[in-house]
C-alpha cells in the first residue's frame, strides 16, 4: 500500500477507536499531517467518527480551506487542527473531542494532574483555554483561524489543553500517540475525580512524568492499539 | 414513501435510539404530532421503547382519546404529550423519560443547568414540577388532562422539564430535536454531578446558551442521528 | 406446556434476567415456590445465574432438603429461600442478591429509601439484617434454617431487606414482581447515593408509595419482562 | 492434554477473563508457576491480555531470564511475577494490573478493606509499595529484580499490594484463585468509594475475613470460572 493509503486507512482506524473507547460520541475529530506536504492535513468529512470511511477524508490547508471538497461538507471546527500544525511543526496529529471526564476540570478550578504512570502523557499539569476571555459570547465553536491560533497558543509545548465548557484538544507526534494520549486523559480525569475525595492526592513527581514521556514509545502505545483495532473490528496495518 | 409512513418510521427509530442511548429503560415514551392533522399525535401502545414496531403506533386526539385503538392498549401517561402540543403549537415531538443522571435533580433544589455547548439545547436552567403540589399524594403518574396541563404550564416556553421523583419532558421543533435534547439532558446532569464537588462551577453564559440554541439546526443534529440509527441497527431514512 | 414446566422456563428466564441486568454476576440466585405443593420450591443447583438451564433446577423443602438432587450440588443459602416462604404464605417468589449499589447501604447507617416513582416497590424504607448481631463472627453465609429464619424475621410484612456486607433478599407475589422489585432496588439505591450529596432529598411519600405499590401489576411488570426477555436473549412465555 | 498443555490453556484463558471483567485493560498481566518446574513461570510475550494465544507463552526463570524467547519480546515487568514467586513458595499464580478502582487509594492514604464478604479474599486490608520511596523519580515500571524483591516484600504473607501510582498486584495458591482475587478486589475498591461518603463503614471484621478466606476454594471460584469463561467466548476446561 502506498504510504499515504496507509495514511488514509489508520485515519478512519484512530476515529474507529476513539469511538468505541468513548473518547468521542457523535462529536469529535482527528487529524493527521498530510504525510507529503507538511502544508497539509487531513481530517474527515462532518460525520461522526464511527461511520467515518476512507472516501470521507478530505485534504485542507494549514488555514483550513479544503483542496478536494467535491460535495462532502468540512468540520465547521477545522481550525482546531491547522492552528495546531501551523504552530507545532513538531505535531504531526490532533485529536478534538468532549471526554466526558475531562469535562468537569474545564469548568472548575481543579487543576487535571496524572496520578496514574500510564497518564503521564497529558503532561505536569493540563492548561484550560476560555473562548470568553478573548472572544466573549460565542457558541464556543472554534470556527475561525484567529480562534484556532488562541487555542493552539495555550499549549505551549505541551500535548493536550482543555477547552472550557467544551472539551480538548491532544497534539502529537505521530497518530497512535495523539490517540494513546486522549484514552489516558480521560482516564486520569476520572481517576482524579475519584481519588481527590478520598484525602491529599500523590500526583506523579515531575521527575516521574519525564521519565515516562521519555520512554513512551512504540513498545507500549503498539501493544494498545492492537487491542484497540482488535476491539474496533479493524484491521491492523503497518504503522503508517 | 408517504409522509406518514417516513414519520412512522422515524418515530420507532426514536424509540430505539432512546433505548440504545439510555435514555428510557423499560419505560418511558415519545410521540410526534401528526404530520397532517395538527390536533393529533402518533404515540406507541403501551410497550418498551426497545421492543415498538410500526404496527404499535396509535392515533391520539390531544386529550388522548385514541382513533384507532383496535386492540392496542395506550400507555396511561399519554396526557403528557396531548397537554404540551395543546399548549405550545411550536412542538412537534415530546419526549418522557425517567433518565437515570436527571432524576436527582428532580428530588433535591439543585437547579440543572448547562456547563457543556453540547447541553446548550436544554436551556438555562430547567424547571421542576411537582405533582405533589396541586395533586398531593398520587402515583406520581399523569393520568389526566389536568396533571397534563399543570406540567406542561411548568415548561413556559422551555424545552425542558424535570418531574420530582419521575423524570423529565422534552419538547422541541421535530423528532430528531427532541431525541438530541433528550441525550444531552442526560449528559448535562451526569456532568453536574460529577463537576458540583469540585469547586465554584463555570456554567454557559446566558448570551452563550442563546447562541448556541440558534445554531442548533440539522448540521448538528444529523451527524448525531446517523451514528444513532447505527449504534440502534435502524436504516437512516430521509427526514421526516 | 403443563404449569410446571411453564414455571421451570420462566425461573430460567428470571436467573438470565438477573444477570443481564447486573442485579447478580456470578452469584446470588432466584427460586419460586412449587406451583403445586406450597410446601416445597424451586431453586437452580449451585450454579451462576446466566449459565443454568431447566435441567439444572432441583425441588426442595422449606426446610431446604432436596427431593431430586442427583448428582447436583444445591446452593449452601437456599435456606434464604426456605425460611421466607416458611414465613411468609404470601411469598411465592425469592430473590437473593449482592447487587452493587445496595452493598453500601448495608454497612453505613444510610437507610434506603425510595426518591423514584418506579422504586416505590420496595417500601418506605428498607431494613438491614446483620448476621453479626446473632451469629458472631461467621462467613456471612445464610447456611442453616436458624440463620435463615433470623432473616427472613428482619423482613417484617415488607418485600425487601439489606444484609449487611453481603446483598439483599427481595420477596413479592409472584417470580416476575420478585425481579421488577430487584431491578428497581439496584436503580433506587444508584439515584439515592447519587442524589445524597447533593442536599436534602424529597423521597416518596409515604402515601405515595402506598398508591403505587397499589397500583404496580401486570400492566406495567409485563411491559418490562417483555423488554428483559429480549435483552436476555429469551422467548416471552405466557405468564406461568 | 498434557498437564501442561492444560496450564496453558488455562492461562490464555485467565488472560482473557481479566481483560472482558475489565480487571486490565491493554496492559497488565498474568502468570503461573512451571507445572513441573517450580523454579520458573509462564508469562505471555508482551502483549495486550484479550489478544493473547497458546503460542504468545513464554517461560522464564525466576530471575526474569526467558529459556525460549526465538523472536518474542517480553513484557519489561517480568520481574513482578519472578519475584512473588521466589519470595513465596505458596504463591501459583501473580497477576498484575492497573484495576480502576484500586488507583485512587494507591495514591491516598485512605487504607483498602473489605466490606462485602465476596472480597474476604483480599485480606484484612491492603497495604501500598511506593517506588518512590527506596528508588526515587522512576518510571514506576517495576524494570529489575531489585525493585521487583522490593514490592514482592510488601506483600507479607498476604495476597495484595497495591503499587502507587500504578496498580496492584494479586498472589494466589492457583490460578483461578488469583483471577478471582483480582476480580473481587476491583469490586471492593468501588464499594469502599461509594460507602465512604455515605458515613461510618462497617467492615469485615478479622474473624470474618478469616473464616471466609478458609471457606474460599473450588466450590466458589469454579462457579464464577464458568460465567467468566462463557462471557469471554472460552471453553471450560477442567482445572489445570
Same mark, same amino acid.
Given at each position: 500500500?502506498?504510504?499515504?493509503?496507509?495514511?488514509?486507512?489508520?485515519?478512519?482506524?484512530?476515529?474507529?477507536?476513539?469511538? @468505541? +473507547?468513548?473518547?468521542?460520541?457523535?462529536?469529535? !475529530?482527528?487529524? *493527521?499531517? !498530510?504525510?507529503?506536504?507538511?502544508?497539509?492535513?487531513?481530517? =474527515?468529512? /462532518? @460525520?461522526?467518527?464511527?461511520?467515518?470511511?476512507?472516501?470521507?477524508?478530505?485534504?485542507?490547508?494549514? +488555514?483550513?480551506?479544503?483542496?478536494?471538497?467535491?460535495? $462532502?461538507?468540512?468540520?465547521?471546527?477545522?481550525?482546531?487542527?491547522?492552528?495546531?500544525?501551523?504552530? @507545532?511543526?513538531?505535531?504531526?496529529?490532533?485529536? !478534538?473531542?468532549? =471526554?466526558?471526564?475531562?469535562?468537569?476540570?474545564?469548568?472548575?478550578?481543579?487543576?487535571?494532574?496524572?496520578?496514574? !504512570?500510564?497518564?503521564? =502523557?497529558?503532561?505536569?499539569? *493540563?492548561?484550560?483555554?476560555?473562548?470568553?476571555?478573548?472572544?466573549?459570547?460565542?457558541?464556543?465553536?472554534?470556527?475561525?483561524?484567529?480562534?484556532?491560533?488562541?487555542?493552539?497558543?495555550?499549549?505551549? $509545548?505541551?500535548?493536550? /489543553?482543555?477547552?472550557?465548557?467544551?472539551?480538548?484538544?491532544? *497534539?502529537?507526534?505521530?497518530? @497512535?500517540?495523539?490517540?494513546?494520549?486522549?484514552?489516558?486523559?480521560?482516564?486520569?480525569?476520572?481517576?482524579?475525580?475519584? /481519588?481527590?475525595?478520598?484525602?491529599? *492526592?500523590? %500526583?506523579?513527581?515531575?521527575?516521574?512524568?519525564?521519565?515516562?514521556?521519555?520512554? #513512551?514509545?512504540? %513498545? #507500549?502505545?503498539?501493544?494498545?492499539?492492537?487491542?484497540?483495532?482488535?476491539?474496533?473490528?479493524?484491521?491492523? #496495518?503497518?504503522?503508517?
Amino acid at each position: 500500500m502506498a504510504k499515504l493509503d496507509l495514511v488514509l486507512e489508520e485515519l478512519v482506524t484512530a476515529n474507529r477507536i476513539l469511538a @468505541r +473507547e468513548e473518547v468521542v460520541d457523535s462529536f469529535g !475529530h482527528v487529524s *493527521v499531517r !498530510h504525510p507529503d506536504r507538511p502544508d497539509r492535513f487531513l481530517l =474527515s468529512r /462532518a @460525520r461522526a467518527p464511527d461511520c467515518i470511511e476512507v472516501e470521507d477524508i478530505m485534504e485542507f490547508t494549514l +488555514e483550513g480551506e479544503s483542496i478536494d471538497a467535491r460535495d $462532502r461538507k468540512p468540520y465547521l471546527e477545522r481550525f482546531i487542527h491547522g492552528a495546531c500544525y501551523e504552530a @507545532r511543526p513538531d505535531v504531526q496529529a490532533v485529536v !478534538h473531542n468532549h =471526554s466526558p471526564s475531562v469535562i468537569p476540570f474545564g469548568v472548575t478550578d481543579q487543576k487535571l494532574k496524572p496520578l496514574l !504512570h500510564m497518564c503521564a =502523557s497529558i503532561g505536569h499539569d *493540563v492548561p484550560t483555554w476560555d473562548s470568553q476571555t478573548k472572544f466573549g459570547d460565542t457558541t464556543l465553536l472554534v470556527e475561525n483561524m484567529e480562534m484556532g491560533r488562541d487555542l493552539a497558543a495555550s499549549l505551549g $509545548r505541551g500535548r493536550t /489543553a482543555l477547552m472550557r465548557g467544551h472539551g480538548a484538544v491532544v *497534539v502529537a507526534p505521530n497518530l @497512535r500517540h495523539a490517540v494513546f494520549i486522549s484514552v489516558y486523559l480521560e482516564v486520569a480525569a476520572k481517576l482524579q475525580m475519584q /481519588a481527590m475525595p478520598m484525602g491529599n *492526592v500523590k %500526583y506523579l513527581t515531575n521527575g516521574e512524568v519525564e521519565k515516562i514521556i521519555n520512554r #513512551t514509545g512504540p %513498545y #507500549t502505545i503498539d501493544r494498545a492499539w492492537e487491542n484497540w483495532c482488535r476491539r474496533a473490528g479493524r484491521p491492523i #496495518t503497518k504503522s503508517a
